[in-house]
C-alpha cells in the first residue's frame, strides 16, 4: 500500500541543523509531489511548501525561506527536510505528504507519520 | 495573507449530526479539503473536492459547500470521531496553499 515512513524524533540544540527524512513506498516518487507541513505543540497545521519530485525544483511558503531545504534521493524513493540555525520556536512536529493533483487543484494523502523536532539547549 | 475560518471547537452526544463551517472568500473559486488528526497522529483524508470521500472513509462523513463557506458533516456521530478536524483550499490565483486553524470535535 501507498505509505510514507518518516525517520525518528530528533532533540538539536540551537544553531544547529537537522534532517529529516521521509520514505515513500508503494508508488514511485516521482510521479507525485512532495509537500512539507508544521504542526507547532499545541497548534494547528502550516503549510511549509513543496517539493516537485520529477525537476527537483522546491517551492517554499512565506516564513520558510533561507532556513528550510526540500531535496530529494530519488534512488532510494525519499523526500528530506533540512532545517538549518535551529531556533527555539522551530520545536514541532513534520508531517511530509504525497501532493494530489488534478487541474491545479491540490490535496494530500497519505501523510507520513510526523517526526517531532525539538530544539533545547 | 489569505485565511480559512473554522470554529475552535464543536461538541455533541453520540448519535447527532456535527457540522463544521470553514469560510473564506476564495472558496467560491476553489475546493475545499477536509482532514482528521486523532491525538498523536497524522492527518487523514476524509473528504476531498468539496463532497468526495476516499476509500475507506465511511459513508457518515460528507461535504457541502454554500457561497464562502464549505461545511463538513458527520451523521450520527460516534466516539471514534472524536478529533481535530482541519479545511484546506488554496487563494484565489491558486498560488498558496492555506489550512483552517482546526475545529476540535469533543463527542461527550
Known sequence: QVQLVQSGSELKKPGASVKVSCKASGYTLTSYGMIWVRQAPGQGLEWMGWINTNSGNPTYAQGFRGRFVFSLDTSVSTAYLQISSLKAEDTAVYYCARKMAVAGHNWFDPWGQGTLVTVSS | ?108
Open chain 2, 1 to 108: 495573507s489569505y485565511e480559512l475560518t473554522q470554529p475552535p471547537s464543536v461538541s455533541l452526544s453520540p448519535g447527532q449530526t456535527a457540522r463544521i463551517t470553514c469560510s473564506g472568500d476564495a472558496l467560491p473559486k476553489q475546493y475545499a479539503y477536509w482532514y482528521q488528526q486523532k491525538p498523536g497522529q497524522a492527518p487523514v483524508l476524509v473528504i476531498y473536492k468539496d463532497t468526495e470521500r476516499p476509500s475507506g472513509i465511511p459513508e457518515r462523513f460528507s461535504g457541502s459547500r454554500s457561497g464562502t463557506t464549505v461545511t463538513l458533516t458527520i451523521s450520527g456521530v460516534q466516539a471514534e470521531d472524536e478529533a481535530d478536524y482541519y479545511c484546506q483550499s488554496a487563494d484565489s490565483s491558486a498560488t498558496s496553499v492555506v489550512f483552517g486553524g482546526g475545529t476540535k470535535l469533543t463527542v461527550l
